[in-house]
T-cell receptor, first 111, second 112 residues
Framework: NAGVTQTPKFRILKIGQSMTLQCTQD?????MYWYRQDPGMGLKLIYY???????DKGEVPNGYNVSRSTTEDFPLRLELAAPSQTSVYFC??????????FGPGTRLTVT | LAKTTQPISMDSYEGQEVNITCSHN???????ITWYQQFPSQGPRFIIQ???TKVTNEVASLFIPADRKSSTLSLPRVSLSDTAVYYC?????????????FGPGTRLSVLP
């Protein structure tokens, strides 16, 4: 099992550009999550999904969108990138909300 | 939403037992306590989860008193590789999206 994979590992965006962060899991988990982590801080939940076709907002959803068309994939879309979105983004999945398996992260810089 | 409070940092030496305490005074009846570990440049990793009394696995033990207003993660005989940030989370699965908040955590430094 590859677990949770995220692409790209690193990305630099210019202000106003858009991009999609990819997340795929091969553990057949129903629950998937997107977090962002700013330097020296804890993780903040952006969006989550409890199954294909079902998504909901977390603590900091503004400026992001998600979709969940399959069990395996949970892409995160950034529209009109801003410097405040510079962060490390983690995708996670799990059978329950308690035990989540995290991907390696995507380090995004917006300049 | 149960707020948690942990020490910002702790130091220990190799071979010692480390206890990290988390306060959660307004924990709700359906809430569970979960601990994660995060190494630099990696995503967090689940360590242990409990509801009351004591839970033990191959990595750690979790002690929860009867009033459940706090919990203590115990790491036996730490090594340099246990240097990481440890997060305490409190919530219930019915509100998974909103309840699980990763605060700043406790930065554990294990010294030789």
């Amino acid at each position: 099992n590859a677990g949770v994979t995220q692409t790209p590992k690193f990305r630099i965006l210019k202000i106003g550009q858009s991009m999609t962060l990819q997340c795929t899991q091969d553990m057949n988990h129903n629950y998937m999550y997107w977090y962002r982590q700013d330097p020296g801080m804890g993780l903040k939940l952006i969006y989550y999904s409890v199954g294909a076709g079902i998504t909901d907002k977390g603590e900091v959803p503004n400026g992001y969108n998600v979709s969940r068309s399959t069990t395996e994939d949970f892409p995160l879309r950034l529209e009109l990138a801003a410097p405040s979105q510079t962060s490390v983004y983690f995708c996670a999945s799990g059978d329950s909300a308690y035990e989540q398996y995290f991907g390696p992260g995507t380090r995004l810089t917006v300049t | 939403l149960a707020k948690t409070t942990q020490p910002i940092s702790m130091d220990s030496y190799e071979g010692q037992e480390v206890n990290i305490t988390c306060s959660h005074n307004n924990i709700a009846t359906n809430d569970y306590i979960t601990w994660y570990q995060q190494f630099p440049s990696q995503g967090p990793r689940f360590i242990i989860q409990g509801y009351k009394t004591k839970v033990t696995n191959e990595v750690a033990s979790l002690f929860i008193p009867a009033d459940r207003k706090s919990s203590t993660l115990s790491l036996p005989r730490v090594s340099l590789s246990d240097t990481a940030v440890y997060y305490c989370l409190v919530g219930d699965a019915d509100n998974y999206g909103q309840n699980f908040v990763f605060g700043p955590g406790t930065r554990l430094s294990v010294l030789p």
